[in-house]
C-alpha cells in the first residue's frame, strides 16, 4: 500500500466507501454510519478548512512579493479574469447546447411532478436556497463589489470570506513591494517559512485521505433511499454529467495545445485534487490539495498558483455555470415550456455568467444562482419551489461532479497563465517524511 500512489489509494477508498453505504442501507443502518463513520469525513474537511486560509495568505503574499514589479500583478490579473470569463462562456454554451439537443425534460409524467413536488415542497433545503437567493437579489448592484472589501480581517478570515482574504493579501503584498527589499525580507521570511509549513500541513493531512473519502462517499450514499425518483431523473442527470465531461475534455485540449503538456500527465497529476473535490463537494475546501497539486507536481510558480488558484476557488465556477444552464432549461421544459426563447437562453447565459462572480461566496452557490437566473428570464415564482424540488434529489451527486470541473478549470488555467508568464518549471514534488530522519 505504502508503493501505490495517492490517487489509487483515494479511488479504493471510494468504491469501498460506497459499497459499505450500500450494505448499510440494505441492513437499515444508516444510523450507525451517521454516528461513527461521517464524523471522520468532517474532521478531514475541517483539517482542510482549517489551512486553507493561511495557505492563501501566505501563498499570496509571498508569491505577490516575489514578483519584484507591480505590473506583473497588472498583466497576471487580468490574464487570470479574462481566461476564468472565457472558460465559463464555453461552459454554459456547452450545456445550453447539451440540454436543447437531449430535452431530458419533454414528457416528464405529470404523477411524477406531483410526487416530487410533495415530496420535498416543505424541505427545509430548497426554503433555505430561495431564502439565500431571495438575499443576494435585494443587495445592491454593487454589493458583490462591497463585499470584496473587509473591515475586519479577522473577521474576514473566521468566515473564510475569500475575496476578502485575497483582497488583504494582495494588499499587504503590493505594501511590501512598495517599502523596499530591505524593510520586506523580514516579513517574507515569515510568510515564506509559514507558506512551507502548511504545505508540510497538507501532506500530513493527505495520508488520512483514503479512510475521510470512505467515510465522506458512505454518508452520501445512506442519503438516498428513494431511488424511484433519481430514475426518473437519470436522463437530466446524463445530460449534467455529459457536458461537464465535455469540459474537461476542453480543458484538456488547452492543456495540450497551449502548455504542450500530455493531457493524461495532466490528469495522474491533478488526480487526488478531483478526487478530493467530488468527495466533498467544496473548491473551497479542496484548495489546500489543489495548490500543492498544482505548485509541486505540475511545476507552477508560486507566486502564479497563490494568486489564481485562490480567485478561481471563489470566482471561477465553470462546472456550476455548465450546470445552471441544463437545469434551468430542464426545469422550463418540465413546468414553463413557454418560457423556452432565443431571448430568454441568451440572457440564462448572461446572468449565469454575472452569478458566478456575484454568488462566489454564498454557501451552496449552485441552487442559489439557479434561482437567480431562473428569476432573471421573468420564471413564475410560485412555480420556483416546484423547479427547485425537480432537481433537489440529485444535486448532491451532480455538486460532486461540477466540483470535480471546478477544480480542474482553476489547475489549467494556472498552468496557461504560468505558461504566458513564463513561470512553468519542471515539478519538483515534495512528500511528508523529507526531512523525518533528521528529527526522529
Known amino acids: 500500500m505504502k508503493k501505490l500512489a495517492l490517487h489509487w489509494k483515494i479511488i479504493i477508498g471510494m468504491v469501498l466507501g460506497i459499497i459499505f453505504g450500500f450494505i448499510m442501507n440494505s441492513f437499515s443502518e444508516q444510523q450507525f454510519v451517521t454516528d461513527w463513520i461521517a464524523p471522520f469525513g468532517k474532521i478531514f474537511i475541517n483539517l482542510l478548512k482549517l489551512i486553507a486560509v493561511p495557505l492563501i495568505l501566505a501563498s499570496l503574499i509571498k508569491g505577490i512579493s516575489d514578483l519584484k514589479d507591480i505590473s506583473k500583478i497588472k498583466s497576471m490579473g487580468l490574464r487570470t479574469i479574462l ?11 456547452i450545456g445550453l447546447s ?15 411532478i406531483e410526487n416530487i413536488k410533495l415530496k420535498y415542497e ?3 433545503g430548497v426554503t433555505d436556497k430561495l431564502m439565500k437567493a431571495s438575499a443576494q437579489q435585494d443587495a445592491g448592484p454593487l454589493q458583490a463589489l462591497v463585499d470584496i472589501f473587509p473591515s475586519n480581517i479577522f473577521q474576514s478570515m473566521a468566515n473564510a470570506s475569500m475575496l476578502q482574504i485575497i483582497f488583504f493579501a494582495l494588499f499587504v503584498g503590493i505594501c511590501l513591494l512598495l517599502i523596499g527589499e530591505k524593510k520586506a525580507k523580514p516579513m517574507i521570511d515569515i510568510f515564506d517559512s509559514l507558506n512551507e509549513v502548511v504545505m508540510k500541513m497538507v501532506d500530513l493531512i493527505m495520508l488520512f485521505a483514503p479512510y475521510a473519502v470512505f467515510a465522506l462517499m458512505a454518508n452520501v450514499i445512506i442519503a438516498f433511499d428513494d431511488t424511484t425518483i433519481l430514475v426518473k431523473l437519470l436522463q437530466y442527470a446524463f445530460c449534467v454529467v455529459g457536458g461537464l465531461i465535455l469540459m474537461i475534455g476542453f480543458y484538456l485540449m488547452l492543456i495540450k495545445v497551449y502548455t504542450k ?3 493524461l500527465w495532466f490528469l495522474s497529476r ?9 468527495s466533498t463537494s467544496s473548491s473551497a475546501a479542496t484548495l489546500p490539495v489543489t495548490m500543492e497539486r498544482v505548485e509541486e507536481h505540475l ?3 508560486k507566486e502564479v498558483s497563490g494568486f489564481v488558484l485562490p480567485v478561481g476557488a471563489t470566482v471561477n465556477m465553470d462546472g456550476t455555470s455548465l450546470y445552471q444552464g441544463i437545469a434551468a432549461v430542464f426545469i422550463m421544459q418540465v413546468i414553463w415550456p413557454e418560457g423556452l426563447t432565443f431571448a430568454n437562453q441568451m ?9 458566478s462572480i456575484g454568488s462566489a461566496a454564498v454557501p ?6 439557479l434561482v437567480i437566473v431562473l428569476e432573471s428570464i421573468g420564471f413564475p415564482a410560485e412555480l420556483l419551489p416546484i423547479g427547485l424540488a425537480l432537481i433537489f434529489a440529485v444535486d448532491r451527486p451532480l455538486d460532486m461532479c461540477r466540483t470535480v470541473v471546478n477544480v480542474t478549470g482553476d489547475a489549467t488555467v494556472s498552468m496557461m497563465v504560468a505558461k504566458s508568464l513564463d513561470k512553468l518549471h519542471d515539478p519538483k514534488p515534495k512528500e511528508w517524511d523529507d526531512n523525518y530522519e533528521a528529527v526522529k
Open 261 to 263: 503538456k500530455s493531457p
Open 98 to 112: 447539451i440540454v436543447n439537443i437531449v430535452k431530458p425534460g419533454d414528457g416528464m409524467p405529470l404523477e411524477t
Open 347 to 355: 440572457l440564462i447565459i448572461f446572468t449565469a455568467l454575472l452569478a
Open 270 to 278: 491533478i488526480s487526488p485534487a478531483q478526487l478530493l473535490a467530488f
Open 364 to 369: 451552496s452557490a449552485g441552487m442559489v444562482m
Open 83 to 93: 481566461i476564468y470569463v472565457s472558460t465559463t462562456l464555453v461552459a454554459i454554451v
Open 299 to 301: 511545476g507552477v510558480d
Open 122 to 124: 416543505n424541505d427545509t
